[in-house]
């Protein structure tokens, strides 16, 4: 098993950044890849990004294609979010998740989940 901590989230305002991190104890970390998704009010969870379990492939929405850039620090068990260009839209519950296997986009996919950290995006 692996147990994980979000945190770094915040208000800043539309146009500002953003890092999340995840941090990871438990099972080795390098056995999994690992996911960010976010949930806003009102509406379903949803990817938004994935990073295989070395590192070296990395997965986005489409919606954060190019402000977004997941990273994974094996040494240091941890997992990061860059978030540039904020928009209001980017408000949402971010969550840390990982599985055994390949990173993929789908929430029920996942086995292990962090307790989310919430970022707020005003305009």
């Known amino acids: 098993q692996v147990q994980l901590v979000e945190s770094g989230g915040g208000l800043v305002q539309a146009g500002g950044s953003l890092r999340l991190s995840c941090a990871a104890s438990g099972r080795s970390f390098t056995s999994y890849a690992m996911g960010w998704f976010r949930q806003a009010p009102g509406?379903?969870?949803e990817?938004?990004?994935?990073?295989s379990r070395s590192g070296g492939s990395t997965y986005y929405a489409d919606s954060v294609k190019g402000r977004f850039t997941i990273s994974k620090d094996n040494a240091r068990n941890t997992m990061y979010l860059q978030m540039n260009s904020l928009k209001p839209e980017d408000t949402a519950t971010y969550y840390c998740a990982a599985r055994n296997g390949i990173p993929l986009a789908v929430v029920a996919e996942y086995d292990y989940w962090g307790q989310g950290t919430q970022v707020t995006v005003s305009s």
């Open 43 to 45: 509406k379903e969870r």
């Open 47 to 51: 990817f938004v990004a994935a990073i």
